[in-house]
């Protein structure tokens, strides 16, 4: 801790931060934009000026950016002093005098920190009386829009995008005042991180495109905090609504997951809410489909879930809640997974490498923390993209570190750190299947079929630990293998990653025995698992068994009911077994919020809410639980949480007269009951009487406008707002109106800051964890004293078959995940099908990029465009995973090439 | 007739060429420096001769070679700035263009003191021809063994490499100039860290100017201690003067530190007086980023005594009454020159210039530039003059890299000493083109007559 002077106040402050961060730590408003908590100081700006001093006799001082100087012992300095305001305004009026003050039109109006820092510097009257420069747009792709005009030259998106998402297509051309940051030429931004834009400038020239489309302002929006339904890593997000329509997604800060940024998938993949495509009324189907009301309904399930065998079907994508209600209703034995043994296989070795304690999970931060990572047989950037991105950070910050030791420079001071690094670059190794973003930042690039990457896994391990079984490796392996071992040797925070994306079991357990062997040398490890879907880790910690286990119960027992939870079955096993499986049952009762393969087979279908009509509770990949709140209630009442759907049918299925209803944390309290794993999982957020002073918590800001006039083309006298019982939040703007708790913040607010970067006021320090940090529940306990148990038992090398290739799945950002692709953008960037192979396999048939190949995979015939990419093992053929049309959990099966046409 | 040490033979016939250069004594200062003398001597003998860097800032050159970094194992860099683009400012063209082989001798000398095997002229890229005529004599230097491997026998290894910049200004600014050659966008860094410990690819790098690197030679040739003598107090040497303007005698001038500016701009051995018999208005004697001075100012300080050529002399005053040598671009203004219509030119230049990095010069030099030319096509309030001055107060010292202190100087000076011609173009537009705006307030103090 340091003593410094701010206006002859005494301060305590961290030392080896800058004086803006104090200043702002303090919660001292100084204005600044080049600055960015994430990317750190560059000075260009100047916005963030005061006066320091060189004593306290000192009564001249000198101007500097606050930004650039390290905070010293006994600093003096000086915010509000005269000539530091007078340059602080004459900045914003510099800036204003290109900028074309068309807020009334602006995206990004009352929400823009180019407005909020305007008006605190005061500056309020314009001396300049002459044109504006002005910038023709570009189209930027589906997400983005552009409007370069409102630029003021802060250079953020440049950094954010190029530096620190590794993104290479967006830049910044041109000199003087008529520089410009877009692309070369128009053309959809090639990121996948692209979205963040969005929030990293602090103009509105990089808006939402979508939010354009239905546009609200901030101050208007009804949000709620969520959690992103995307991928496991469950970021965590702020959803807005108005009118019953899901307009946005914004990052919401958690310094343990997210930090600042999200993925496009996850920022735009929302608009499924929206679709047309919902499932809004209960359908029943007799001779034909007829919608009903819930009291009909409930009517006819009786004759289907009594007498009747009841078979429940989870659903990765489905909250705990759900799984949890569903498993209570069928009871534990006939609870299935809806997923393919395949994938619970390995997701159950998943689990209980976690479960024992070994190893601590990485969370992301642990991650941006580690000074060497090893990625094991995963496709992080396609499959966790803000782990991937998390991963970039970790690479860059051990090269700062190590280009900052002995040397007076501090690590916020970006612009020095990047002189000083260069092209140095962490530990990495990325071990996949095909090639990837990551591989241009690895010191480490190794692309093997499964098997032998698990090999290499487990040499690495044995490496570290010499009892562990000898494997055999050739050249091309075992050089790579001890440069990975020695580099983990010398790291002091390892973290290791693997993952089930190619269901391939003895990554799992190779990945661990690393990790494990690690512990001997390393302060921490850390090990991670990235699961298929956002709450595959709840899911498969429910301990149940895979769905073809179902299809052979069904088989076995007449008089089914299955009930099948958010689950579209054709997308998670091969399309015969799901057919089976329907043609065994009786009776099938489907919940979903979205019309799907599975949902044609529904006698019963039931509407289902999404996640952001809905409160419930996902896991993520770490095992940590994380709440999502409901952010408005759909205008159709049928739109129901399938957990509270499950809850109504109990008395229903026991004949019991009591009808109440329960709450999310009864439903969890349940949970704890039924599975002793998932003790504590009921202390994911506060309870639902929850209050501040005694006040309920508003999803709608005090500025909120038009409540009384929105619904008067139907009825003059304003209705009732509608009430919560599930949640310590109103609808409304009604309530505390000051900060919540760290996972109760619906919004980032603060008076003067109006944009996202409002969140600074909620962090103990800027970039640092939330007041009171509640980042969710860890349901995996770190055991300090378990002793690992290797696994050892090394698969066979990968061998070539001669004319067959090894089937495994290509994950795309945007395509292969199921709800996303339903949202327009997503859909508009994902691929259309192909077949992707080594070119050691396409010469010999004289195969080029496009030439069409047929291939028989399970009786079906599929006819794909090739792709060649040298980076792919000679034997494997990769296929995009999740993309309509194509083979559905065929991964690891062997194909045959029946027919080619060039 | 003062002492010529730079371009003494700059005009002998063939001097271009090798065999010349070599005949009349070239290379010497190599053979001397490597062949006698430690790579510490010679930084010593470069301190000892009180060389002042000749682009612009004036640091004593010995000094900077000092402070640069020799960690173990790691490759060291000398970069010569050829990038010359200041307004009025062309002495490094005219060395390189006519004894370019100084240069590549003083380069290699420079790079032995320094221990950079590699090492870059980054050249203004309008410069097109000279580029050839460089590489020209980089290649008769290695073909006679004063480049390459091993050279004199001594185990000191050197490239030279020419790198032709793409025409902006801000890449002759040290760091963006680093910046450029190594392939990225032309922004100036934010020292620390300094070039001397990371420069050019994260390596230390010492970046001096043309005029700089050629007066090693004559240093090693005669030492450092007779160098010192040349000159007075810490402008010690020759330097090049680019004259121009309202001259009769444009062109570059060696002197020594000795003459006044007076004797500069009248005496036939320099630039030889003024055009038709008109009388000297203002002088901007370092480049168009030195503050202007009116003739009273320029040819006697406030205290009155004679303004010689030569650092201290000139920057005698500070800016209230005195401007600075700069880099020796001399750029002269007679009666009939409009300083508004002068500064807005400078204006015009700077805002073109300025790399668009920080607020205060990106958008500052643009208003400016914008002001100005209101006030010059007589659209302009007399408060513009005002807010100007308080536009380019804010800018001055505020900015990542000088050039910001570039683009304010030339408009406070203006405004400092001709406050009333802008005035005029306010009050009286349709006459501001045929006054001269108070001339007898500033004009200079002796009759044409005497002037000889
Ligand atoms: C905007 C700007 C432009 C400059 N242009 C040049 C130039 O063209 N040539 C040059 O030698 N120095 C130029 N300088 C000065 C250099 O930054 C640097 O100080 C100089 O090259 C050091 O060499 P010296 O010590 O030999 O003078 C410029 C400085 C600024 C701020
Ligand atoms: S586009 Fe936005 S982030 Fe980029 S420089 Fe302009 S204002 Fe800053
Ligand atoms: S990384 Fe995953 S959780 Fe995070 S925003 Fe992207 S899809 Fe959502
Ligand atoms: S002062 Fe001008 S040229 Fe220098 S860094 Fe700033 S914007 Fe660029
Ligand atoms: S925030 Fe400090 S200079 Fe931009």
Redesign the interface.
């Known amino acids: 801790m340091s003593t410094i002077y701010i206006d002859n106040k005494q301060y305590e402050v961290k030392a080896g931060k800058n004086l803006l961060e104090a200043c702002l730590g303090l919660g001292i408003d100084l204005p600044y934009f080049c600055w960015h908590p994430a990317l750190g100081s560059?000075?260009?700006?100047?916005?963030c000026?005061v006066k320091v001093f060189k004593d306290e006799n000192d009564t001249h001082g000198r101007?500097v950016m606050s930004c650039?100087e390290s905070i010293r012992d006994g600093l003096h300095l000086s915010v509000s002093d005269k000539t530091a305001k007078?340059?602080r305004s004459?900045?914003i009026e510099?800036?204003m005098?290109?900028h074309p003050h068309d807020c009334p039109v602006c995206d990004e109006g009352g929400s823009c920190h180019l407005q909020d820092m305007t008006v605190m510097t005061g500056h309020d009257y314009r001396?300049?009386h002459?044109k504006k420069?002005t910038y023709t747009n570009q189209y930027l792709g589906p997400f983005i829009h552009h409007e370069m005009n409102r630029c003021?030259?802060c250079?953020r998106c440049v950094r954010y995008y190029h530096e620190y998402a590794g993104g290479k297509d967006l830049n910044?051309f041109?000199?003087?005042?008529?520089?410009y940051f877009g692309r070369e030429r128009d053309g959809i931004l090639e990121s996948p991180f692209s979205g963040n834009l969005v929030e990293v400038c602090p103009t509105g020239v990089f808006t939402d495109k979508t939010l354009r489309e239905h546009y609200t302002r901030k101050w208007d929006l009804t949000t709620a905090p969520s959690v992103c339904n995307h991928c496991s890593v469950g970021c965590n997000t702020i959803a807005g609504e108005r009118y019953g329509q899901l307009r946005c997604i914004t990052n919401r800060y958690n310094s343990q997951v997210n930090g600042y940024f999200l993925c496009d998938r996850g920022r735009f993949g929302y608009e499924f809410v929206n679709s047309a495509n919902r499932i809004t009324q209960p359908l029943i189907r007799n001779r034909t489909v007829e919608a009903v009301d819930e009291a009909v309904l409930m009517d006819h399930l009786r004759a289907l879930l009594t007498n009747h065998t009841l078979i429940g079907i989870g659903s990765p994508r489905a909250s705990m809640e759900s799984n949890i209600a569903l498993m209570q209703l069928v009871g534990k034995e006939n609870f299935y997974q809806g997923i393919s043994d395949n994938a619970v296989f390995v997701e159950k070795r998943i689990v209980e490498v976690m479960q024992s304690g070994v190893i601590k999970t990485a969370s992301l931060h642990d991650i941006q923390q580690s000074d060497a990572i090893v990625i094991l047989g995963e496709d992080l950037w396609n499959t966790a993209p803000v782990m991937a991105l998390a991963v970039r950070q970790g690479v860059m910050k051990t090269a700062a570190h190590q280009a900052l030791q002995n040397?007076?420079?501090a690590e916020w001071?970006d612009?020095?750190v990047k002189?000083?690094v260069?092209q140095e670059k962490g530990f990495l190794a990325n071990c996949t299947v095909s090639s990837s973003p990551l591989d241009e930042i690895s010191s480490s690039v190794m692309h093997k079929a499964p098997e032998d990457l698990a090999r290499l896994g487990f040499a690495i391990a044995q490496r570290l630990n010499m009892v562990l079984p000898v494997v055999q490796l050739n050249d091309d392996m075992s050089t790579p293998a001890a440069v990975i071992a020695a580099a983990l040797q010398k790291a002091k925070r390892p973290v290791i990653i693997s993952g089930a994306g190619y269901y391939n079991e003895a990554l799992i357990r190779a990945a661990f025995d690393i990790a494990a062997a690690c512990k001997a040398t390393a302060e921490e490890v850390h090990l991670a698992y990235v699961m298929p879907e956002c709450n595959s880790m709840g899911l498969a910690m429910m301990q149940a068994s895979g769905f073809e286990n179902a299809v052979l119960r069904t088989s076995r027992v007449n008089n089914v009911t299955a009930i099948v939870l958010e689950n579209d079955l054709y997308r998670n096993v091969p399309a015969q077994i799901a057919d089976v499986f329907f043609n065994n049952c009786q009776h099938c009762i489907v919940l979903d919020s979205l019309h799907n393969a599975t949902t044609q087979h529904a006698d019963v279908l039931i509407p289902a809410a999404s996640f952001a009509e809905a409160d419930g509770t996902l896991v993520n990949y770490e095992g940590r639980a994380q709440r999502f709140y409901q952010v408005f209630v759909p205008a159709n009442k049928n739109m129901q949480e399938s957990w509270k759907w499950l809850m109504k049918m109990q008395p229903v299925q026991t004949g019991s007269a009591v009808e109440r209803s329960y709450h999310p944390e009864e439903v969890l309290a349940m949970g704890e009951q039924l599975l002793p794993r998932l003790s504590g999982i009921t202390a994911v957020a506060p309870p639902r009487n929850f209050r501040v002073n005694g006040q309920p918590l508003p999803r709608a800001p005090h500025r909120y406008s038009g409540r009384t006039a929105m619904l008067s083309n139907l009825t003059v006298s304003e209705p009732k707002p509608k009430q919560d019982y599930d949640s310590p939040f109103t609808f409304t703007m009604e309530g505390y109106s000051g900060m919540p708790p760290s996972p109760l913040i619906p919004f980032f607010w603060s008076p003067g800051w109006n944009s996202n970067q409002a969140v600074n006021k909620y962090q103990e320090e800027p970039g640092g964890s939330l007041k009171n940090e509640h980042a969710g529940k860890l349901l995996f306990e770190y055991k300090q004293d378990a002793t690992p148990v290797y696994f050892k038992d090394i698969p066979e090398a990968f061998m070539v078959r001669h004319e067959k290739w090894l089937l495994l799945p290509q994950y795309e950002v945007f395509g292969s995940e199921e709800l996303s692709a339903y949202s327009k953008g997503i859909s508009e960037l994902s691929p259309s099908p192909y077949a992707a192979l080594s070119q050691l396999d396409a010469d010999p048939l004289s195969l080029v990029n496009g030439s069409l190949i047929t291939v028989k995979i399970f009786e079906q015939v599929y006819e794909l465009p090739v792709r060649i990419n040298a980076a792919i093992p000679k034997g494997v053929m990769l296929m995009p995973a999740g993309l309509a049309g194509m083979p559905v959990m065929a991964w690891n099966s062997w194909v045959q090439i029946i027919s080619i046409r060039l | 007739m003062g002492r010529k040490l730079l371009l003494e033979k700059a005009h002998v016939p063939g001097i271009r060429t090798y065999e010349v250069y070599r005949r009349e004594g070239g290379y010497r200062s190599v053979e001397k420096a490597l062949k006698t003398m430690t790579p510490d001597q010679v930084t010593e003998e470069v301190k000892k001769s009180g060389l002042r860097g000749r682009g612009g800032a004036g640091f004593p050159a010995g000094m900077k070679w000092s402070f640069l970094a020799k960690p173990e194992g790691v490759p060291r860099y000398l970069v010569c700035n050829a990038d010359e683009s200041e307004p009025g400012t062309f002495k490094d063209r005219y060395l390189m263009e006519f004894i370019p082989h100084l240069l590549v001798e003083g380069l290699i000398v420079a790079s032995y003191a320094l221990g950079s095997n590699k090492t870059f002229i980054y050249i203004r890229g309008e410069y097109a021809w000279i580029v050839d005529i460089l590489e020209q004599a980089i290649a008769e230097a290695k073909n006679n063994g004063w480049l390459g491997k091993n050279i004199l026998g001594t185990g000191f290894d050197l490239e030279i490499y020419v790198q032709r910049g793409a025409g902006?200004y801000?890449c002759g600014e040290e760091t963006a100039l680093l910046e450029s050659l190594e392939g990225k966008?032309g922004n100036p860094?934010?020292k620390?860290?300094f070039p001397a410990v990371?420069g050019l690819?994260?390596s230390p790098t010492v970046v001096n100017n043309v005029e700089t690197l050629a007066a090693v030679v004559p240093i090693i040739n005669i030492g450092g201690d007779e160098y010192a003598k040349i000159g007075v107090g810490k402008s010690t040497g020759t330097k090049l003067i680019s004259a121009c303007g309202n001259i009769n005698k444009p062109g570059v001038y060696e002197i020594d530190m000795t003459i006044s500016v007076e004797e500069f701009i009248y005496s036939d051995e320099y630039c030889g007086g003024i055009p038709d018999g008109k009388r000297l208005k203002a002088c901007i004697p370092g480049g168009s980023s030195v503050p202007i001075l009116p003739a009273n100012l320029l040819l006697k300080t406030a205290k009155g005594e004679k303004r010689m050529m030569n650092y201290e002399s000139l920057s005698d005053g500070g800016f209230a009454t005195g401007t600075m040598m700069g880099s020796g671009g001399f750029i002269v203004l007679d009666e009939d020159q409009c300083v508004v219509r002068h500064t807005l030119t400078l204006a015009r230049f700077y805002?073109?210039?300025?790399?668009?990095?920080?607020?205060?010069c990106?958008?500052?030099?643009?208003?400016m530039e914008?002001i100005l030319k209101?006030i010059e096509y007589g659209k302009g309030k007399k408060s513009d003059i005002d807010?100007l001055w308080d536009?380019q107060r804010?800018i001055e010292?505020?900015?990542?890299c000088p050039l910001g202190d570039a683009a304010a100087w030339p408009v406070a000076a203006a405004i400092r000493h001709f406050r009333d011609e802008f005035e005029w173009h306010v009050l009286y537009p349709n006459a501001a083109q045929n006054r001269n705006y108070g001339l007898a307030h500033y004009a200079d103090p002796l009759p044409v007559a005497a002037k000889t």
């Open positions: 560059v000075g260009a700006c100047r916005q000026a101007l650039m007078a340059f004459q900045v510099w800036l005098t290109n001396r300049y002459y420069r003021i030259q250079y910044v041109a000199a003087h005042n008529h520089v040397r007076a420079i001071h612009a020095a002189e000083l260069q | 902006a801000i966008r860094r934010i620390p860290p990371k690819w994260d805002r073109h210039e300025s790399c668009g990095q920080c607020s205060p990106r958008e500052g030099t643009g208003w914008k209101n807010l536009i804010k010292g505020n900015t990542i």
